[in-house]
């Protein structure tokens, strides 16, 4: 593969040395480049031989002295310097698949690429990974890998995934874990297939390895899985049972090692009618990408923020909030913080059905554009509606359903401020009248 250099900063050490834009960068140090990881991996010491071939097919050795660390000033036509890699997988629970159509086409590619885990913190399910690259990470030492577990029971794996080597692809945990690298598991958990027994053996068999820290996230399913394995939403007596075993599990890691390494994510909590644990059960928040331990980090840092702040009874006028079905209790909680300092703030908080996805799906983060407009027309929104930045895609503009931040603002008639999702911002936003 060639990974050709788009452009080269001025100034920068390569520029000096006569690279140029067009050139193919072949090796560094007689290591060949094919990505992202490569050219960091090997770009990073003092002295570098780069081997470089000229748009008219001649072969050069560029020398450079630099900084250990220092940038070469190489640019390339994507970050990854080569495609994303998509998922083999056809998982029984795989949410892209229970999308309806005419959403946009990014939606709809799942990527399943350890560069990104390595970068972005995304998970992969080792189902992609070829024997290079096992033995590239083991040799770069890279970690920690962000790993979708769901099951170590190799033939339910296989079922699961769809995917007659989802099973053998274990054998990659193994290596990590005998190679010293630290990895994070997730497993999504589905009623009746992959809880109970199996959840008790995927967590054992991880404990083995010495992962760092597991997350448990309940299934979410729409309405729209025709021709899809069936799966069943969890209710509270199922959910209360799955978070009954990872609390007894988590307290024994906690008892044998001194930390607790497996954590359920907020929904289960929630589903089964349970108070979520404080801050210190978190440890530090290792699994927040998962949605564990939101609600209580928001809370938390909405008291840090409002610590230092005094009564302030001057500030007298209406805001608006929104979120999904799941959080709306204990956002209320939340809020009413906010309104020991700000008494005369009057805070509306509208809990939004996902009619979208068809009234099962209940977390913030999927609620779209189309929903707000439908159930807050009419309502009192105040001077502004105040909605998270994960309702919203990369670039803080659409939702899920492409209905974008102003289309919200024009037909409800009300500005809507997006917070970053901290406690801190939540605070700000609700405090500050223009």
Do not use: W
């Not at 060949?32 to 010491?45: A, G, K, P, S, T």
């Not at 010293?180 to 068999?205: F, H, K, W």
């Not at 108070?275 to 609600?295: Q, T």
Request: hydrophobic letters at 35%.
């Amino acid at each position: 593969m060639s990974v050709i250099i788009e452009d080269v900063k001025k100034r920068s050490k390569a520029s000096k040395k006569g690279v140029c834009a067009g050139d193919i960068l072949l090796s560094i140090n007689g290591n060949e480049i094919v990505d992202v990881l490569d050219y960091r991996f090997y770009q990073v010491n003092s002295k570098l031989e780069l081997e470089i071939q000229k748009p008219d097919g001649r072969i050069s050795k560029v020398k450079i002295k630099k900084q250990e660390y220092e940038e070469l000033g190489l640019e390339f036509s994507s970050y990854l310097m080569d495609k994303e890699h998509s998922c083999r997988n056809k998982c029984i629970f795989c949410f892209i698949d229970q999308l309806p159509e005419g959403m946009r086409d990014t939606l709809y590619f799942k990527d399943d690429d350890s560069r990104l885990s390595f970068l972005f913190g995304n998970y992969i399910t080792l189902t992609n990974l070829t024997e290079h690259e096992i033995s590239r990470i083991i040799k770069m030492h890279i970690s920690p890998i962000n790993i979708s577990v769901h099951t170590t029971n190799p033939e339910l794996r296989c079922k699961m995934m769809n995917n007659r080597f989802a099973g053998s692809s274990l054998d990659a945990l193994r290596r990590f874990a005998e190679a010293g690298l630290s990895m994070n598991c997730q497993i999504v958990a589905c009623p009746g297939v992959n809880d109970g027994d199996e959840l008790l053996r995927t967590l054992t068999d991880l404990e083995k390895l010495g992962v760092e820290c597991i997350a448990v996230v309940p299934v979410g399913l729409t309405r729209y899985r025709e021709n899809l394995y069936p799966l069943t939403p969890y209710t509270p007596e199922t959910a209360a049972q799955t978070l009954d075993l990872i609390e007894s599990f988590g307290d024994k890691m906690k008892e044998k090692y001194g930390r607790r390494t497996v954590y359920a994510a907020d929904e289960f909590y929630i589903k089964a009618g349970r108070e979520l644990p404080d801050s210190d059960y978190y440890e530090g928040y290792p699994a927040l990408e998962n949605g564990v331990g939101l609600v209580t980090l928001l809370r938390e840092e909405v008291s840090f923020a409002l610590e230092d702040r005094e009564l302030d009874t001057d500030k007298s006028f209406t805001v608006s909030a929104a979120c999904g079905e799941c959080t709306y209790k204990e956002l209320l909680v939340t809020l009413a913080l906010i309104n020991e300092k700000y008494p005369n703030i009057k805070i509306n908080l509208y809990k939004i059905k996902n009619d979208f996805f068809g009234g099962q799906i209940d977390v913030t983060g999927l609620v779209t554009g189309g929903d707000l407009i439908a159930q807050l027309r009419g309502r009192e929104l105040g001077k502004k509606l105040i909605i998270p930045s994960c309702m919203l895609r990369f670039e803080g503009d659409v939702f899920l359903d492409d209905v974008s931040v102003t289309d919200v603002e024009n037909e409800l008639g009300v500005r809507v401020c997006v917070t970053d999702g901290s406690g801190e911002s939540l605070v700000e936003e609700v405090s500050k009248e223009d």
